[in-house]
């Protein structure tokens, strides 16, 4: 059998069907990776301007020398468990992600993905409270259509297909309330800026107050949402949620599993608005993917909480048995090594820029609603009615078409409610023209199937 056929029948894909996989052009196998690129098993060479396929290679395929710093510390000491051993290279791991994290996030938690990392921030802010004698505030903050991970907290406090999610693996964990999203292009309360005052962010204060202050434990926002068709922050916003988290003694949880690592055009994406989160969820650019590893920071208030605690309560009652894994750990210190070396923070900055200008010449398109993002994280919105922004209907079936089309341009990217790309951070001009070139013919091919004259 090919490793195709063994695939479907051997393989649980993740959130796919095995109907869809089973369709023409439904699943790839890919054999290689250099640096932008993959090589499939036919031989087919394409443009990853999803690193790897969910924002993770940050450092682009084929580094050798991460393989090599894993492999050298598997071979030395590849594990210890995380209670009381630790290896010393997941020390100097903790103290570089210290280091590049913003302000006194200071103390750093591994775990194996991002989901975890968002479980664990979850525990964390409930035993901050806990330790602080408010027992009752238990109760979670997210916006509408986040996406934070698949485990039952990650995927509870998710406003991303929330109804389905609720339906089939209800009951959800309770208390976890979402408040509408801070899309500026589709403005749940029909306003726009400036002269919607940040209606979005006060109406998380207006959330707080509602349920009581005293039962809400923690807000959780990504900066720039990823899964959530790619809408920065106004400049306002964060330091709002900062300043309403403070006022009511709430916890601000940033999620940086995407955003981080360069991926915005800054470090962490926070630091863009000014904003120290009390904890910040990590993953995938933390080792661009070559080894499974995620990571949480509190600030030095949540330690000092649990610092000045005694008994059992003083320890976070948490325990992944992967966390700080050693061999792990080697990568993502290698990975680091290579994001600052080569300054691709600043070169994902510097082509992120080029690729929205680029991208802004498509607005001339009738079909193209928006283009937006942060740095190498990008959205082509498009729209069957510009005026209206009436969006397409799922008979147009615009996310297969628009990702097949894409794809026959040479480009793996991917389609939700908008076109989306996000690159490795090695990514040059070459890379970004290839993007806007194939995806401006692209759309044109998608306006003949939906008759829109283009
Ligand atoms: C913002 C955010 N948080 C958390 C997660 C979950 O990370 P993982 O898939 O590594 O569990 C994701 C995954 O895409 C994410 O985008």
């Known amino acids: 059998m090919s490793t195709a056929a063994d695939a479907l029948k051997h393989v649980w894909f993740h959130a796919t069907s095995t109907q869809s996989l089973r369709a023409e052009g439904g699943m790839t196998v890919f054999t290689k990776g250099e640096d932008c690129y993959l090589i499939d098993d036919k031989g087919n060479r394409y443009l990853d301007a999803l690193s790897g ?147 979005c962010a006060s109406m998380i204060e207006r959330q707080i107050l509602h349920e009581g202050p005293e039962t809400v434990a923690a807000i959780i926002a990504e900066p720039v949402p990823a899964a959530a068709s790619i809408y920065p922050a106004p400049d306002e ?21 995407i955003n981080g690592f360069g991926r915005t055009g800054s470090m962490f994406a926070c630091e863009q608005w000014g904003v120290v989160p009390d904890v910040m969820t990590m993953a995938k650019g933390l080792t661009s993917g070559y080894i499974p590893m995620g990571a949480v920071a509190a600030s030095k208030r949540v330690i000092d909480r649990f610092e000045n605690a005694s008994g059992r309560e003083a320890g976070l009652n948490h325990v992944l048995s992967f966390g700080g894994h050693a061999a792990a750990a080697a990568g993502a210190l290698k990975n680091l090594e290579i994001l600052q070396r080569e300054k691709l923070v600043e070169n994902s900055r510097e082509m992120g820029r080029y690729l929205l200008d680029s991208l802004d010449t498509l607005r001339k398109l009738p079909l193209v609603g928006d283009i937006r993002g942060r740095g190498l994280l990008a959205a082509v919105e498009l729209v069957r009615d510009k005026k209206t922004r009436e969006p397409f209907a799922p008979g147009d079936q615009m996310s297969v078409r628009m990702t097949n089309y894409l794809r026959d341009e040479g480009i793996l990217a991917r389609t939700f409610q908008v076109v989306e790309f996000g690159p490795p951070l090695t990514a040059g001009r070459e890379e970004v023209d290839k993007i806007v070139t194939g995806v401006e013919k692209a759309i044109r091919r998608f306006a003949k199937d939906v008759n829109i004259p283009c």
Not at 144 to 162: E, F, K, N, V
Not at 176 to 196: A, I, K, T
């Open 53 to 199: 396929g969910a924002f993770v290679t940050n450092v682009g395929h084929g580094r050798a020398e991460i393989a090599d710093a894993i492999a050298a510390q598997a071979r030395e000491l590849a594990y210890v468990a995380p209670y009381n051993f630790i290896a010393p290279t997941t020390v100097e791991l903790a103290k570089v992600v210290a280091d590049l994290a913003p302000g006194d996030l200071d103390r750093v938690f591994f775990t194996s993905g991002g989901s975890e990392s968002v479980e664990t921030a979850m525990k964390i802010v409930k035993q901050y409270h806990w330790l602080g004698g408010d027992q009752k505030r238990t109760k979670v903050i997210s916006r509408r259509g986040s996406y934070h991970g698949s485990t039952q907290y990650a995927m509870s406090i998710s406003g991303a297909s929330h109804d389905f999610n609720n339906k089939i693996f209800g009951p959800l964990v309770p208390g976890c309330l979402q408040v509408p999203h801070n899309n500026c292009y589709r403005c749940e309360y029909g306003l726009s800026r400036p002269s919607c005052g940040m209606l």
């Open 237 to 257: 916003y964060l330091p709002m949620l900062r300043e309403i988290a403070d006022k009511y003694g709430v916890l601000l949880i940033i999620d940086e599993v």
